[in-house]
């Protein structure tokens, strides 16, 4: 059994775990380690300190307490969950759609300047998709907590906030219809295992609060239909850079539909998160459903609020803590 190391949020700070997390990120562990026992049983199993995100805090972690840390190299880590990392790999696999080419950019940190950012911002008000707005996203961190709309300036402390972030991708703000992840494992050979995608419910700010799925007829958690194929056909690829990359273990990909100004559906592969995720919980504990008889071929599966699986109305699963009512 490994020993877990609770450092949900450590993209923001890499602290140690929180003594009192909030009920959400405290109930999304107590989920992980029953998630981790069905990964178990699907031949995934970790050995040592199990981190929700490998860092260098996590190693000193486990070295103090003589323990391997499970997984990949914090710094093997720190550079494919960078959302550069992403977007590169999306630009030079030709996923990016013709009126995007040249619209998303990747400025390292002496790059990350106000001039810099407003001559981006300029620039784009002659592009096709300029009526969507534009944004610049932390490289390292939570995207939702440090997105900024460009289209209403920058500041000199802005940018430097943005710096400290490892510096930022700046993306047009799209149309989006629906958000979806899939969920993978990449091994010691650099092979990798698909293990299930979801329909994501995310903040207005893009913060991930929980997942839909479907079994499907080999007891797969999947999304139905073309739409399922295009996530996880445009996901693999990425999930095969990582691997190049050397990064071994859990990760997820997300990807989100939009409409162009012809009103077809587009899609965009936006981030790579190279850790543990919400939706790889929520893919692990569907597969435990399928393995105790308790879901079946064509059951619509939902993980929401990082405590409960729900099929049909009713709980299956219950990762709440004594006397939580949220």
């Known amino acids: ?36 026992d069905v990964a178990d049983d699907l031949g995934l199993k970790q050995v040592g300190l199990l981190a929700w995100l490998n860092t260098p805090r996590a190693r000193r972690a486990a070295e103090a307490m003589g ?25 030079a696999l030709g996923l990016l759609e013709p009126e995007l080419v040249g619209a998303v950019t990747v400025l ?9 950012l407003v001559a981006l911002t300029l620039a784009s008000e002659a592009a096709p998709w300029a009526e969507a707005g534009l944004i610049a996203k932390p490289r390292h961190g939570t995207s939702g907590r440090g997105r900024l709309d460009l289209r209403r300036g920058i500041t000199v402390r802005a940018a430097a906030r ?31 295992r698909f293990l299930g995608a979801t329909q994501a419910t995310q903040s207005f700010a893009g913060m991930w609060q929980g997942s839909r799925m479907w079994i499907d007829d080999d007891g797969m958690p999947s999304v139905p239909g073309s739409h399922g194929r295009e996530v996880v056909d445009r ?49 692990l504990l569907a597969h435990g459903l399928v393995r105790r008889g308790a879901a079946t071929a064509g059951d619509a599966i939902a993980f929401a609020d990082g405590v409960a699986m729900v099929r049909s109305g009713a709980v299956v699963a219950n990762a709440r803590a004594p006397g939580h009512s949220g």
Request: include cysteine; hydrophobic fraction near 45%.
């Open 1 to 36: 059994m490994p020993v877990f190391y609770r450092n949900l949020g450590a993209e923001e700070d890499d602290g140690p775990p929180m003594a009192d997390p909030p009920s959400y990120l405290r109930l999304l562990g107590d989920a992980w380690e029953q998630a981790v």
């Open 235 to 283: 996901s693999q690829l990425i999930v095969r850079e990582a691997a190049r990359a050397g990064y071994v273990g859990p990760c997820g990909v997300d990807v989100f539909s939009w409409r162009a100004a012809d009103d077809s559906l587009r899609w965009r592969v936006c981030e790579l998160n190279a850790r543990m995720t919400g939706g790889l919980v929520a893919v």
């Open 108 to 116: 390292d940190v002496p790059e990350t300047t106000v001039d810099r």
């Open 162 to 192: 943005l710096q400290r972030r490892g510096g930022v991708v700046v993306e047009p703000w799209l149309p989006r219809v629906a958000d979806y992840s899939s969920q993978w494992w990449i091994d010691d050979h650099a092979g990798i």
């Open 67 to 91: 323990l391997p840390l499970a997984g990949a190299d914090p710094a093997i880590v720190a550079a494919v969950h960078d959302k550069g990392f992403c977007a590169r790999a999306v630009h």
